[in-house]
């Protein structure tokens, strides 16, 4: 397995991963069944084996149906757990948000003031998108640094562009969580990054180290994100690009092209995460022929991938997912 530093949170993977061992499964009748916080929701007839479905590697995971908003499966999903770059995700929505749809809001220039920022940019396990100090970026630019490139930095700079400052945002992020309702969702970083790292940068915020959110929590921010911001299914599905002379490279390993890309679950999202304390995490879209959107997460996995390709693969046969 090769790892490269630096395009997202601390470390990326590479293609270079072992392959989904594909199961054969016949049919049964289940009920729910709820052990030590593994929870597996089956209606209908479905799979053999339904009972014996596990993710080995993830800590928590879920499959929601994005179009119902149910849990179809879930493990340790009520948990709340730091979950990195994957945090992005709100402060994408809430970018997004602000934008408007309006193209004059896209082409808002962000000049860069914060000589703490422009380290981050610089660093070898917290940089990527590199800032110029006192240089000014398009909103648009930003954006693509942050959900392509996962740049710390540039999500950091977007948080300010909307709030006016880093902790009104954070504020902001753990408002529009209340107002959601997600009973397991707490921010302290636009980013991901951990307190203890942000600590070096000037940006640590609150008490606690890490954005703790819960697999369904997670899962239910991506709803919405996608539910209300369409955009972000054809804006993640970008496998490269330069933005502002610098190369953005998107890291998930799903999508049309890469390793793990399964052309039936047709995945098209959504982001990707990792730090030491959190793992790999991943929360990944798509939407089958003939079936409901699926939304899944996967929180420190070490074979986030491919773990997801068996959940999404696994999920499309529960019931309640034929559209």
Same mark, same amino acid.
């Given at each position: 397995?090769?790892? $490269?530093?630096?395009? $997202?949170?601390?470390?990326?993977?590479?293609?270079?991963?072992?392959?989904?061992?594909?199961?054969?499964?016949?049919?049964?009748?289940?009920?729910?069944?709820?052990?030590?916080?593994?929870?597996?929701?089956?209606?209908?007839?479905?799979?053999?084996?339904?009972? =014996? $479905?596990?993710?080995?590697?993830?800590?928590?995971?879920?499959?929601?149906?994005?179009?119902?908003?149910?849990?179809?499966?879930?493990?340790?999903?009520?948990?709340?757990?730091?979950?990195?770059?994957?945090?992005?995700?709100?402060?994408?929505?809430? =970018?997004?948000?602000?934008?408007?749809?309006?193209?004059?809001?896209?082409?808002?220039?962000?000049?860069? =003031?914060?000589?703490?920022?422009?380290?981050?940019?610089?660093?070898?396990?917290? @940089?990527?998108?590199? $800032?110029?100090?006192?240089?000014?970026?398009?909103?648009?630019?930003?954006?693509d640094a942050a959900f392509l490139d996962s740049s710390n930095n540039a999500a950091i700079a977007l948080g300010q562009w909307v709030s006016g400052s880093n902790a009104k945002f954070i504020k902001k992020m753990n408002a529009q969580a209340k107002a959601w309702k997600l009973g397991k969702a707490h921010f302290v970083s636009a980013s991901?990054?951990?307190?203890?790292?942000?600590?070096?940068?000037?940006?640590?915020?609150?008490?606690?180290?890490?954005?703790?959110?819960?697999?369904?929590?997670?899962?239910?921010?991506?709803?919405?994100?996608?539910?209300?911001?369409?955009?972000?299914?054809?804006?993640?599905?970008? @496998?490269?690009?330069?933005?502002?002379?610098?190369?953005?490279?998107?890291?998930?390993?799903?999508?049309?092209?890469?390793?793990?890309?399964?052309?039936?679950?047709?995945?098209?999202?959504?982001?990707? @995460?990792?730090?030491?304390?959190?793992?790999?995490?991943?929360?990944?879209?798509?939407?089958?022929?003939?079936?409901?959107?699926?939304? =899944?997460?996967?929180?420190?996995?070490?074979?986030?991938?491919?773990?997801?390709?068996?959940?999404?693969?696994?999920?499309?046969?529960?019931? @309640?997912?034929?559209?």
């Amino acid at each position: 397995m090769l790892k $490269f530093i630096g395009y $997202f949170n601390y470390v990326e993977r590479s293609g270079g991963m072992k392959k989904l061992k594909l199961k054969r499964w016949g049919l049964l009748v289940m009920a729910a069944i709820s052990l030590s916080g593994v929870t597996t929701a089956v209606t209908a007839p479905v799979q053999a084996h339904a009972a =014996t $479905f596990k993710l080995a590697k993830a800590k928590a995971a879920v499959a929601m149906n994005a179009d119902t908003g149910k849990v179809v499966w879930s493990k340790a999903g009520n948990t709340a757990r730091p979950i990195a770059s994957v945090s992005k995700i709100m402060t994408l929505y809430l =970018t997004l948000a602000k934008v408007n749809g309006k193209q004059s809001n896209w082409n808002h220039k962000v000049k860069i =003031t914060s000589r703490g920022l422009v380290s981050m940019s610089r660093s070898a396990t917290c @940089g990527g998108f590199k $800032f110029k100090l006192g240089h000014k970026y398009t909103v648009k630019q930003l954006y693509d640094a942050a959900f392509l490139d996962s740049s710390n930095n540039a999500a950091i700079a977007l948080g300010q562009w909307v709030s006016g400052s880093n902790a009104k945002f954070i504020k902001k992020m753990n408002a529009q969580a209340k107002a959601w309702k997600l009973g397991k969702a707490h921010f302290v970083s636009a980013s991901g990054l951990e307190n203890s790292d942000l600590q070096y940068y000037g940006y640590r915020y609150g008490t606690a180290n890490a954005n703790m959110v819960s697999a369904k929590d997670v899962a239910l921010i991506a709803r919405h994100l996608i539910t209300d911001y369409p955009r972000v299914l054809t804006d993640g599905q970008v @496998g490269s690009k330069k933005v502002a002379g610098q190369l953005c490279y998107n890291y998930n390993n799903l999508l049309a092209g890469r390793k793990y890309y399964q052309a039936s679950l047709n995945v098209d999202g959504l982001k990707t @995460g990792y730090t030491p304390l959190a793992g790999y995490c991943f929360v990944g879209t798509g939407q089958m022929a003939g079936k409901h959107r699926i939304i =899944t997460v996967v929180l420190h996995d070490e074979d986030e991938f491919t773990e997801t390709r068996s959940l999404m693969n696994y999920a499309y046969q529960l019931a @309640g997912m034929d559209a």
